[in-house]
């Protein structure tokens, strides 16, 4: 055990007088929740919708009233009136607007007769964020048009009452998990395997291969070593994202608590994985060129950004064998909802026997070589 205890020393010795990485570990994945955070949460709004009133009866005045009340309350879209369909379409394609809204010639007659009245909408799908948001908006402005103001005491349409069983949570929130695996994820790459193939290349492994050190003593040395760093970059995500994010009582020891022990977890099968995919390697370039393809093969499909239900079949099959997937997971379950380590046992255990597993097939192909 001295031997383990002797590595792990050595490499947070290192670790302690290099402050760009500390920077780096655990200072920079915050920085990216919130640039994330308020960059991908937010609703769309103000987007420009060129009118062109063709009717210019009582009902279509009526209905660009009610496009002017968005406009100043919900703020979803802003109307620039036009005359000239073809210059609004101009102005279309040329970005300047984001759509096109005409009213038939026929719109009023069709309101008074009931007679199905349609207004169109031309709009730059290039944007699909924004473009969905303006159908969004403009179908429930049309059905609110639409409702009769005097409604029957009997219906036989089928309404739907929505029960939120927890609070709002903004995309800030949604995104605090992924950010706290991927502090872990910046840890793993700079300890564990990543730091023997550093001292390989500076030949500082000489020193203590010709040692009675073990094979799984040095790589449990390395990983342990890395875990320490991984759970404190973690630690500080945990307690200053939640805080950033503005999750209900972000300070509640039990939950703290909770959230300790999944960081251990998912330390523990990070750094077991990069040692495992490290553990043949001796070029010190070869970590640094698969790190942007780790990080967009790990983080993207965990559903740390996404739900995993939108992946098409063979992403899904990715999620499965993805440890991210559960460590993010747990930490949804956890930092949102609040729930017990009952409620992500499944996750901790995946995480533990991933760990074990990738640290007894590195252990197995690790060559005691200088």
């Known amino acids: 055990m001295h031997r383990i205890l002797a590595i792990i020393e050595r490499d947070l010795r290192r670790f302690r ?18 640039v994330l955070g308020y960059a991908f949460g937010g609703k769309v709004k103000n987007l420009k919708i060129g009118v062109v009133d063709h009717d210019h009866g009582v009902p279509a005045v009526q209905l660009k009233e009610m496009f002017e009340a968005v406009a100043a309350n919900a703020r979803t879209f802003v109307t620039t009136p036009y005359t000239d369909q073809a210059a609004a379409l101009h102005d279309l394609r040329n970005g300047n607007i984001n759509g096109v809204l005409t009213i038939p010639p026929q719109f009023s007659r069709d309101v008074r007769y009931g007679a199905d009245p349609r207004v169109a909408l031309v709009e730059d799908n290039t944007d699909q964020f924004s473009s969905s948001a303006l159908q969004e908006s403009l179908t429930e402005l049309l059905a609110e048009y639409q409702r009769p103001n005097l409604p029957s005491r009997q219906t036989a349409v089928a309404t739907l009452d929505v029960v939120e069983l927890y609070p709002y949570v903004p995309y800030i929130q ?9 502090a872990i994820f910046v840890s793993a790459m700079i300890g564990g395997g990543i730091i023997f193939i550093d001292d390989k290349a500076r030949g500082l492994h000489e020193g203590y291969l010709v040692t009675p050190i073990r094979k799984y003593e ?15 970059a973690g630690t500080v995500l945990v307690v200053f994202g939640s805080l950033i994010a503005g999750i209900p009582d972000p300070l509640n020891l039990a939950r703290l608590v909770r959230m ?7 330390a523990l099968a990070l750094i077991s994985m990069m040692f495992l995919l490290m553990v043949r390697v001796s070029d010190p370039l070869v970590p640094r060129a698969i790190f942007g393809v780790l990080n967009t093969l790990l983080f993207f499909p965990s559903g740390a950004v996404y739900p ?27 930092a949102l909802k609040n729930t017990g380590l ?18 007894g097939a590195a252990t197995a192909l690790f060559r005691r070589t200088l």
């Open 17 to 34: 007088r290099s402050p760009t990485l500390i920077v780096v570990s655990m200072v920079l994945p915050l920085v990216q929740l919130v």
């Open 174 to 182: 949604y995104l605090l998990a992924g950010t706290i695996v991927l």
């Open 218 to 232: 040095l790589i449990m040395g390395f990983n342990l070593a890395g875990v320490a760093k991984a759970v404190l």
């Open 260 to 266: 300790l022990v999944l960081v251990i977890a998912s």
């Open 308 to 334: 995993v239900q939108a992946f098409p079949k063979w992403m899904k099959m990715i999620t499965i064998v993805d440890p991210f997937t559960y460590a993010v997971h747990g930490f949804k379950e956890l």
């Open 342 to 359: 009952l409620a992500i046992v499944p996750d901790l255990a995946f995480l533990l026997i991933f760990a074990a597993l990738a640290m």
